[in-house]
């Protein structure tokens, strides 16, 4: 049953976000056109300063646009996450034949999928924008590759090791703890408010977020209160690289209990304080 | 076989007692009338028997399971309100529910619609709200469920529609599977039901019986009774 | 919706009076078979159990019989189609005469009516 409600999780999901994708990639492929456009004129000593100012504004409109997707991305999701339990449509969601595990793991898996495929899509975009505007990208990044790699491996360490293993593990537990507190929130907003859900799931996601910050604060003054990032060398970088690597582990953990208990405490309300209408 | 048995169910919100201590079985193949003044938790049992509410404490059971995803799975549920994501085509929503439910009967539904002239092609925000209760109904009655639960299905609705209604659970009546239908417009549905019961306050079971019966023991129509009952009920 | 019931009295035996009269007219014929419980009940709009309580009562007084799965028949005995027709009748002259009775019609008024009706009628 677990299949047939992500089928129509990510169908609905899709059918709007699809679009989106498609406007960014056309934005992507105007913004590649203006960044030529820019680097050309400037090659050339052209002085038309008209164009300058309206392709610096072009490029600019695209590149918000390209990081309102995301965002679009998220909202789709939560709309759905809303609709399909908390508005009267909840009636026949938590009606139908299917666990209510099952429910909510659709749709934080449906969540997660687009928030990877809209990051994914934004590469390719960054990618378009900068070989269409970028003329022979491909030979100067060929060029500038070799050297990067130079420079990684002189100040390469243990520590920065394990930092790349555990990035992904960050960006997965973030993006989990992200889904999962909407969704807590849109939850016990309906809960405790029958009128104003949508608000008081913005209440509480306040809260949430400025405790969050606060312990964010705490953990960071432990590790990494030496490593001021307005300042950082290589060097620095690489003698303090321990800390940085323990403050990431436990970011990592921090995100990732925080994912967990959200996600618990969103099903038990789920199962047993539903209360629609 | 009961289809339905509550045993000692209570249901609080916070200080308010809506259900206190109920108790019923219900028996397979009747149509029943569960009937009472607005507000004396009738919408509450069936919301708890579909697993919408939870109960305080006390059990029900549904043909023998406990309330659960086995048992959603037969039941059909008809709400007060509509449930339908107007986004979708009638026939999108008829693929979702043989989808889900296994004892969708397709071309019952395909027929229903047909009986009403509505196209399966078009979006349900096109409709009316009237043709969107329709086609909630014609959902809920194309299924093959043991226990059907109709929560207030005609009110709100127009003479003609309420004809209809009745007229739709009358045809795709099935002499196995139970019907229980809440209403507090007990004259128009007195006609159609088996056994009914009167419910008071904090689900009192006040009275039950035979519907017919009752004509032969008060000389009165259900309706008449019902006034008779509740005439000092707040 | 489906036929009209008076409050005062069972809707069975109602349905049962009504399907009676349909027989004792000729609307259904002797051996004739009537329509099944479901579509008698869904043209009445009544619970089919309703409408079975009622064909049970008509077999109980012995106007139809059932062939088991096969449905339902028109007795063919005439003795018991006219005892019931009988009492159909005598039921009728019961209301009527006790009608009378509450408005103070002597029996000679009613036979002086009765006669006026045929004059004018030639039928009847």
Known sequence: MFNKIFKYDFKFVFRLWWIYALITAGLALIGGALLRGIIEFITANIDNFLFYILAFLGFFTVIIGLCCFPLAAVIICLVRYYKNFYSDEGYLTFTLPVKRTSLLNSKILTFLLFEIMSVAVLIIDIYLILVIGIKGFHTELANLLPMLLDELKEIWNPSLTADVIIFPFLLLASAL????????????????????????????????????????????????????FTSITYTEFATNGA??????????LLYGGIAIGAYFINLHCIKNKLNLS | MSILECRSLYKNYGNKRVLENMNISVPAGKIIGLLGPNGCGKSTLIKMICGLLVPSSGEIWVDGMPIGPQTNGI??????????????????LIDYFCDFYRDFDRKRAMKMLQDLMIDPASRLRTLSKGTREKVQLIMVMARNAKL????????????????????????????????IITTHLIHDIERILDEFVFLGFGGEIVMGGNADDIRGQYGKTLDELFREVFKYVQ | MGWKFQSNSPVYLQIASTIRADILSGKYAAEEQIPPVRQLAYIAAVNPNTMQRALSQLELDGLLYSKGTAGRFVTGDTAVLEKARHNAVNELLETFLQGCKQLGVTKDEVIQLLNKK????CQF
Do not use: H, W
């Not at chain 1, 016990?188 to 009128?195: A, T």
């Not at chain 1, 940085?244 to 990592?252: A, E, V």
């Not at chain 2, 059907?148 to 599977?177: F, M």
């Open chain 3, 118 to 121: 045929e004059e004018m009628e």
């Open chain 2, 75 to 92: 039941i059909s549920y008809l709400p007060e309100r509509t449930y339908l994501s107007n986004g979708m085509k009638v026939i999108d």
């Open chain 1, 243 to 252: 800390e940085f690597t323990i403050y990431l582990g436990l970011m990592t």
């Open chain 1, 177 to 228: 703890m992200g889904i999962n507190l909407y969704y807590l929130c849109f939850t016990v907003g309906s809960v405790i408010s029958k009128r104003y859900k949508v608000l008081a799931a913005l209440g509480i996601y306040l809260g949430v977020s400025v405790a969050m910050s606060f312990i964010q604060q705490i953990i960071s003054s432990f590790t990494i209160s030496n490593l001021m």
């Open chain 2, 148 to 179: 059907y639960l109709l929560d207030e299905p005609i009110a709100g609705v127009d003479p003609a529609s309420r004809d209809y209604i009745l007229q739709t659970i009358l045809q795709n009546y099935n002499p196995e599977a139970t019907v």
